[in-house]
């Protein structure tokens, strides 16, 4: 089936300073990506859609500015936390569009842990 | 915009035995899709199940059913013959048909099964 990978799986990385987090699909096409947020034994929380060769639409209370989405390729979409800081210790998860249908994949989350 | 309600935050199953997980929406569209995710320990989202909101037949998955309401906004999960392996996280989702729509998840059900 369809497959998204994510990585990092995890994380640590020191105050102020930046982290990429890369979700490749393996044998599809994604134009959209979705990037979610999940903290701790919560729901999944939309951050941004991202489709392939324009920019990125946030949701609202989302700093676009911080949270840097590419997606410059079909299968290529990157999540930059920038500047980041304990407050942006969370799991972070991608998900893409599967073809025409109905069907999305989820990539298997990046838990990020700022000191 | 769309929201989906999932009261319970735990339950528990003796194996072998039957659960039913509910979950309640609202929007004003006609045209969505409704599934059950599950999220266990290894935080992978795992699609459970799906459901078609123009279909009135319930979908099933071989151990896995849902009760969908259409008028009532419901769509609760029923897990028959509950296995030490079915313990996770549970989340209801929603999403709007058409192509690149965001999932909107419930607050989750943890579910755990008594051996």
């Known amino acids: 089936g369809a497959v998204v990978s994510q990585h990092p799986s995890r994380v640590i990385c020191k105050s102020g300073t930046s982290v990429k987090i890369e979700c490749r699909s393996l044998d599809f096409q994604a134009t959209t990506m979705f990037w979610y947020r999940q903290f701790p034994k919560q729901s999944l929380m939309l951050m941004a859609t991202?489709?392939?060769?324009?920019?990125?639409?946030?949701e609202q209370g989302v700093e676009k500015d911080k949270f840097l989405i590419n997606h410059a390729s079909l299968t290529l979409s990157t999540l930059t936390v920038t500047s980041a800081h304990p407050e942006d210790s969370s799991f972070y998860i991608c998900?893409?569009?599967?073809?025409?249908?109905?069907?999305?994949?989820f990539g298997s989350g990046t838990r990020l842990t700022v000191v | 915009a769309q929201t989906v309600t999932q009261s319970q935050p735990e339950m528990s199953v003796q194996e072998a035995e039957t659960v039913t997980l509910s979950c309640t929406y609202d929007?004003?569209?006609?045209?969505?899709?409704l599934f059950w995710y599950k999220q266990p320990p290894s935080r992978q989202m795992i699609l459970v199940i799906r459901?078609?909101?123009?279909?009135?037949q319930n979908a099933t998955e071989n151990r896995f059913s849902v009760n969908f309401q259409k008028a009532a906004k419901s769509f609760s999960l029923k897990i028959s013959d509950s296995q030490l392996g079915d313990a996770a996280m549970y989340f209801c989702?929603?999403?709007?048909?058409?192509?690149?729509?965001?999932?909107?998840f419930g607050t989750g059900t943890s579910l755990t099964v008594i051996p």
């Open positions: 459901q078609e909101a123009y279909k009135q």
């Open positions: 991202s489709n392939e060769g324009s920019k990125a639409t946030y």
């Open positions: 929007t004003s569209e006609s045209d969505y899709y």
């Open positions: 998900s893409a569009r599967v073809g025409l249908g109905y069907g999305y994949t």
């Open positions: 989702a929603y999403r709007s048909a058409g192509t690149g729509n965001q999932f909107y």
